[in-house]
């Protein structure tokens, strides 16, 4: 598994931004699950020692709120919706067909970090049922066959923005 080194610079500036006070802890928390799509252990006894937090308060935050993931997130989140419109119209079947195509249980994250699977319930599009997200896009009435083309679509999509911040 790739894993994602923490530096510890990056947790200072975060500590420095809401000047080292505990009251912001859940605000530097958030920060660093924005840098490193998770609460890694690390960044945590960093900010318990700075801050003078109690460590097994932070992890009560840490696994209290679904915002915080203790294990490495994916770059791109896909959410499948297995709400009651979507999943009379095939969601499962959706579902399993990106656990088929990236080898990763729902709940799970590749092993190259590039994608975290869920099932969520309803995001409220239910008349485009059956409904996925994929990052930042929002894509109605999928079924299994248009997985692996949505991926690679994707794929394509990441390759070109990466580019464009390359140039
Ligand atoms: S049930 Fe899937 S969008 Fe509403």
Redesign the pocket.
Known sequence: MTTIQVDPQKVDAILDRWNRDREFVIEMLQDVQDTYRHLPRVAMEQIAEATGADLAQLYHIGTFYKAFSLEPRGETSIQV???????VRG?QRVLDAFSRELDVPPGGTTKDLKFTLEGV??????S????VTLGEDLFGEIDSSKVARLLKRHQRKAAKAEEVDDA
Not at 128 to 131: D, G, I
């Open positions: 919706c297995t709400g009651t419109a979507c999943h969601a319930r309803c995001v409220g599009c239910c485009l049922a059956p409904v």
